[in-house]
């Protein structure tokens, strides 16, 4: 019942047509057959002509609607629309075929953001777009995992995952009441309306859109927004996200999988560098196996301390003097989570590395080669060796405490008749 003012076909999807008209922005799947709004949160306006952006100097797939009086709009990757027959004809979930990503390091405000009050258009989200389809509510948890050409999980994400209650970016008011009575509490330091709203993995009937990060599995448990310094780095107004501690996955070719109710689903993704990089390939693989090489020894560390800290909490129901020294040499070694440290004195030796030092270094290590695609510093390959060696040495520690000093203390707990401790959760080896 309206004049069409454009009437644009999908470049990549034949029948599936876009128009717009003096109100608002229309599409259909069958060829003109039937139609439906696409206005979303448009306001109503007469939208005089839309394109698609779709080529490879973008690497993008937007429709962009040109209005009369409000600006331009732009529809962030059309991928769904294009797949959207195979998404009404799944009977559990469908998980869309992700377009290319690209990492790139989106322009920021550093430190400080413009105010809320500034006209300002809203980017796409950061990272890796995901899409996928449930037909019915999940009964059980929903995940979804990225996986590298070996197979192996390089990030995962859950519908089990916590998340911040109340959350700043979600209801402000309730988080400001909590900021008032916990003033150290993550984000007080920052004004409310800077943190992006968290990403959930939602389990709800519908379509849902979320985003890998492009970078790997995080060593710690994810605190997001826990250091405000860190977090108000590259400010954006309801877009500031928290500081990911992993290093960016390299360029290549990876894939997605949904698991809905124990059934998978899966889809090709490919990775690729920001075409402005100009480093050599030499470069690029020196820096992605340098930054591996660190943040796998950081992996590794983090599970040693993790099993040597579940070794220290059987202690604790463990009496005697052989047990308490034992539990001593532990807790120098893999100190728990918050423990005190002595200041050090000036002039005394630098005190030996622990497991979670060691592991915090590797992590730095990493991460200071992050902040660009170029060749790694010699500095930067000196701290990751350094980082490496202090790694080694501290496990090595930590397999001699697990192996003769376990071994001794189950000794004498037979001779008294008492069983033997194990290491929880294995052997505690690297």
């Given at each position: 019942g309206a004049v069409a003012n454009a009437i644009r076909e999908d470049p990549r999807q034949r029948g599936l047509l876009y128009a717009s008209t003096d109100q608002q922005v229309w599409v259909s799947f069958d060829d003109g057959d039937h139609w439906q709004s696409l206005r979303l949160n448009m306001p109503a306006i007469s939208v005089r002509d839309i394109q698609l952006k779709d080529d490879s100097s973008c690497l993008c797939a937007d429709l962009i609607a040109g209005t009369h009086g409000r600006g331009?709009?732009?529809?962030?990757?059309v991928t769904p629309l294009r797949q959207m027959a195979a998404v009404r004809s799944a009977q559990q979930a469908y998980l869309v075929k992700p377009k290319t990503a690209v990492r790139v390091?989106?322009?920021?405000?550093?430190?400080?953001?413009?105010?809320?009050?500034?006209?300002?258009?809203?980017?796409?989200?950061?990272?890796?777009?995901?899409?996928?389809?449930?037909a019915s509510d999940a009964a059980g948890p929903v995940t979804l995992d990225v996986l590298d050409g070996a197979g192996k999980v390089v990030?995962?994400?859950?519908s089990a995952d916590p998340v911040r209650t109340p959350h700043p970016a979600l209801d402000p008011e309730a988080y400001d009441r909590l900021c008032q009575r916990t003033p150290t509490a993550a984000y007080c330091g920052l004004p409310m309306y800077w943190p992006a709203p968290p990403m959930v993995i939602s389990t709800a009937k519908g379509m849902h859109r979320v985003s890998w990060d492009l970078r790997w599995q995080p060593v710690l448990p994810d605190t997001s927004g826990d250091g405000d310094e860190d977090a108000a780095t590259g400010a954006v107004p309801h877009r500031t996200y928290p500081p990911a501690m992993a290093p960016w996955a390299p360029p290549g070719t990876y894939t997605v999988r949904l698991t809905v109710g124990g059934k998978s689903f899966t889809q090709p993704l490919t990775l690729r560098l920001d075409p402005r990089v100009k480093t050599p390939a030499a470069g690029l693989a020196r820096l992605a196996s340098l930054s591996r090489s660190a943040y796998d020894a950081a992996v590794a560390t983090q599970a040693a301390y993790a099993k040597a800290r579940a070794l220290a909490a059987a202690l604790d129901s463990v009496h005697g003097a052989d047990a308490d020294a034992f539990k001593a040499r532990l807790d120098s070694l893999a100190p728990a989570a918050g423990a005190k440290v002595a200041p050090r004195r000036r002039g005394a030796p630098t005190p030996a590395p622990t497991l979670p030092s060691a592991r915090d270094a590797l992590i730095a290590a990493a991460m200071a080669m992050q902040g660009a695609d170029v060749t790694p510093t010699?500095?930067?390959?000196?701290?990751?060796?350094?980082?490496?060696?202090?790694?080694?040495?501290v496990t090595a520690r930590w397999t001699t405490l697990r192996t003769s000093g376990l071994a001794a203390l189950n000794a004498k707990r037979k001779a008294a008749g008492l069983p033997a401790l194990v290491v929880p959760g294995g052997d505690g080896g690297r």
């Open positions: 331009y709009w732009i529809l962030d990757d390091r989106f322009g920021t405000n550093d430190p400080t953001p413009w105010s809320p009050e500034v006209p300002a258009g809203e980017n796409p989200p950061p990272g890796g777009i995901i899409d996928y389809y449930l990030r995962s994400y859950s010699a500095a930067e390959e000196a701290a990751v060796t350094k980082a490496r060696t202090d790694a080694n040495a």
